[in-house]
């Protein structure tokens, strides 16, 4: 089962605008790649479960969902990154910041 997880987990770590792409990506940094591969298995496992208990449908959290935790912490961070580079730095947020919501995967809901 090991084996077939970390396999699921190596292809959604290849998708770019997936929370569970954005999740391998973040922990490739810190931890490696065969742990960032084994934590993905692990989520997989996780989000199956939940699919399975509840009858509900996947709804993918999406890439930026990491960021939008603690958007103002994010904020913060960047800014004092960019200033420590020489920069001046001024945030404004973007008029009409629509986010692409990625639709919902997985079995249709059964009528009860």
Known sequence: MRQVLVEAAHGAAGTKKTYLGAQYRRLLVR???R?????????ILIIVYHVLTRKEMYRDLGPNYYDELDRQAVERKLVRRLERLGYEVQLQPQLGDEQDQPPAVGPPALAA
């Not at 742990?35 to 989520?43: E, F, K, T």
């Open 35 to 43: 742990r960032a591969l084994i934590a993905v298995g692990h989520s």
């Open 31 to 33: 931890r490696g790649c």
